[in-house]
């Protein structure tokens, strides 16, 4: 099982530039979620799924779209990038509510 | 809304001493995690406390959790080079349908020899 992939690893955007994040598992994880993580700081939650066609808001959902048509992907688009949307971000997923989160290798995004 | 604590948020120490890193939060809970990250990786999962009074060990690391007084510890016995990373605690908020994970700001920890 390679687990929880995520492409690209690093990415340079100009402000209000658009792009997609992929995130896949193949461990079949019903929930998958989307955090960021700003330098020196904890994650925090963006959006979250807990099956395919249906997500919901995190923490700091601003700035972001999720869409969840396949068990396996869980892709995050951000539309108009801004300086502020400048961090790692992370995708993990759970088997169940409440269960251990496996998590990616995370996409260091910078927006100029 | 919940807020959760670490403290220290660096924490220098030499090989072969004791340390605790202390997470504190401010809402009920009965689920924390402890992670740890290594510079430019991805989280680990350390540890999962289910409950008020667990206790649970890996090497030179425990970790425990009091509920009632919204606080867990992570204990670092004899520190050795290799534990040097960041280390989280994550508050796990269940709403009785669905979880969210609540990271604390993260314990930088470096072991010198």
């Known amino acids: 099982n390679a687990g929880v992939t995520q492409t690209p690893k690093f990415r340079i955007l100009k402000i209000g530039q658009s792009m997609t994040l992929q995130c896949t598992q193949d461990m079949n994880h019903n929930y998958m979620y989307w955090y960021r993580q700003d330098p020196g700081m904890g994650l925090k939650l963006i959006y979250y799924s807990v099956g395919a066609g249906i997500t919901d808001k995190g923490e700091v959902p601003n700035g972001y779209n999720v869409s969840r048509s396949t068990t396996e992907d869980f892709p995050l688009r951000l539309e108009l990038a801004a300086p502020s949307q400048t961090s790692v971000y992370f995708c993990?997923?759970?088997?169940?509510?409440?269960?251990?989160?496996?998590f990616g290798p995370g996409t260091r995004l910078t927006v100029l | 809304e919940l807020k959760v604590e670490q403290n220290p948020l660096f924490l220098s120490m030499q090989e072969g001493k004791n340390y605790t890193i202390y997470c504190n939060y401010s809402t009920t809970s009965d689920r924390l995690y402890w992670y740890r990250q290594d510079p430019g990786k991805s989280l680990e999962s350390l540890f999962v406390l289910l409950s008020n009074g667990a206790v649970k060990q890996e090497g030179r690391l425990m970790a425990s959790l009091d509920t009632k007084a919204r606080l867990s510890t992570l204990h670092i016995t004899a520190a050795v080079h290799d534990l040097s990373a960041t280390y989280f605690c994550?508050?796990?908020?269940?709403?009785?349908?669905?979880?969210?994970?609540?990271f604390g700001t993260g314990t930088l920890l470096a072991v010198q020899p």
């Open positions: 993990a997923s759970s088997p169940r509510t409440r269960g251990k989160q496996f």
């Open positions: 994550a508050v796990d908020m269940y709403d009785g349908a669905t979880n969210k994970l609540i």
